[in-house]
DNA sequence: CATGAATGAGAATTCATTCAT
DNA sequence: CATGAATGAATTCTCATTCAT
């Protein structure tokens, strides 16, 4: 499908002065902004620059093109919720079990809180799926991930680790992501992330002895 | 977000002739072709037009705007898939696990038979998803799956079969959906379709006593 | 200005047979509806054709442009007002003062009744003012405002008629079009006629003496 | 009737550079042109920009939409003969008939300089009229238009004063309009022009007593 | 670094009109 | 007579992107 044209989403410059550190922090909140009020159709390079209250042909000198930006984007927010799931996972004082739930719900929670954002950020994202650059991030998670199985489930073999590590992944995530999409949330959403824990938790034996810290 | 504005899905005529029908079958031909191989972004009321070798105009003529256009064709695939599911579930033959394994794997084949055209056609609908006309079909697959709940599951409170029922169909699409979108396929993709009909029987406590046929 | 291509105004044919007249009734009715209620904007050939139930091609059977369509409404509304006029201003036993009192009244009051497909006709009719039929009626009005000024102001050089005659013409129709393109109405509307025919009947001497009947 | 949708009128940037100026003058100029020659059927944003040797997206740029650009060539002649009239009405050595006299000339030349022009932009303006900023500007004109009146005919009620008002300026501008529009000019239009104001002085009872000047 | 200005390409939609049946 | 179907040519407006200053 969807040939779409690949593109280079590497940033031109990530000015090091003030001035351009600036101008990259106003277009990315702009764009940032745009993507949760107006929705990915208003994602344009032009409204984004308007809004930024910089000139496009600046939008230009820090992103090659919009899908640059978009990636930019993406990344920041994807760095920042991995950091919170390694420490989540790290917190090896609780039980696998425990740790699963809290994951489940963090995620679940991270969907919620930024709905709309996230909703615009899947969508627009459908042009950049294919770059190598958004599949590295992808395969950062799935690292997390596999990690945490191992930990929870034991030793396995090489083939099962990577198809739970990813029925896993894509069980959590995509329920998490369509759910908000449709706006559940309050009870009903700590409903299903409770019910979907336990049934990972009991589909994959993760224990509930907790590891013991390492000396 | 993204206040897409609403449009109006209802065809505009109907093409009596035999003529017209061929022409309506060209631009659906057309638009199904682009879809799948050139994907979403590419999807425009000329390009269709061109490729279906008709003039913009009897576009037009026939369908209001594309997003007609598009309601027309997810339609047509869903009323033609809830076919296959409704006689699927009607089985009364086999006992409700057999029948939820075999929905899953329906569902999962489904969606990876034509993996490139269901993905764009997603993305599309994005611009259609709260249109009377988009959630009335949705609401079509609910009822079949309350339905199919009710009577795997035994009776149980409104708001239990409420919530059970927009988990399972939640869990079940939005599992076959991402998995389809990153093209699992072939030993994986059943392997995750048993491991989630299995997970789905086990917390449901769905049964394995045949129902009896009703005389 | 605006070499508007000119346009043939003569009807294809004025169907003598039943169902012609009917077909050309009914798209009429539908034109005037349509200048009326949705303005000049949505007077299309199409929309017209639509509206009148009847096919497009038909359409074109009857007229050959939309252009004609609308000179065949002015027209009618033409003879029809003339008709009126023509009564009003035969009506001898009247003095001259009093039937121009009622003649700028009827005016105004044509105008007002209709205000919005009026209003729309002249617009419309921009396209239109420069072929000769169209040239052609408003002769006619003059002349009917020609015998009435020889009689009220009695005998006069032919120049100084002419001049009159297109003075009191203009002054009584741009007033009354301009007014109600305003749509005053009500007390105002006519506290207007009447001070613009007083200045009228002062101006030209306009006598008070009823004019005997021809024996 | 035709409840043409209401747009925006404000000019989107203002052009510092002389580049921009230039630019903006070319469309303006354009647009002109073609109102005058071409008529205003022709007047579409493309051939504005095509005439103007600018590109399309160029024009967009500078005007949201040809509505806006209507109005701006609107208003540039207007100020421009407000500015006109203002100066006449002022110089209060005159008496107030003499002054009327001289305004409805001056009127009626105004129009018929530009007959062409001035016809096509009222015939355009229609898509313009009921938006606040072209009420604005018609109010303007009254308000001159009203002190002028004050003056001349001495104290009188609010109502009068409004009647009066609008009576008169309707008068003056419905009849200078439409003789225009029907080409009249040289000696007649001179004498119609006279004809009017004496009818208007009479009936107004105008006085010939110069004001004081204000010491 | 930053901005003002410009633009090719294309998207959605409409209109008047014709032709074959 | 009438209709179903089709279309060339416009029209409005947007977008990503570049270039000169």
Known sequence: MAVARKRNLVPKKLGKQQRAKATVEAIVEAATYILEKKGPSSFTANKVAEK??????????????????????VKSTWDHNLGKFEQNIKLRVENPAQRMRS?????FMIEAAEADLRQALRIASVDIKDTK???ALMAAGAVMMRDFIVEAMGPQSAADLDFNTR????????????????RTSGAELIRQANMLSEMVIAQFGIGTKANKRRP
Chains 1, 2, 3, 4 share one sequence.
């Open 52 to 73: 930024a209250g910089v000139n496009i042909a600046s939008f230009y000198q820090y992103f090659p093109n919009k899908e640059a930006l978009l990636f930019h984007i």
């Open 103 to 107: 994951l489940v719900r963090e995620f």
């Open 167 to 182: 029925f896993i992944g894509l069980l959590i995530t995509s329920f998490a992501e369509r759910t908000t999409d449709e």
């Open 133 to 135: 650059e958004y599949r």
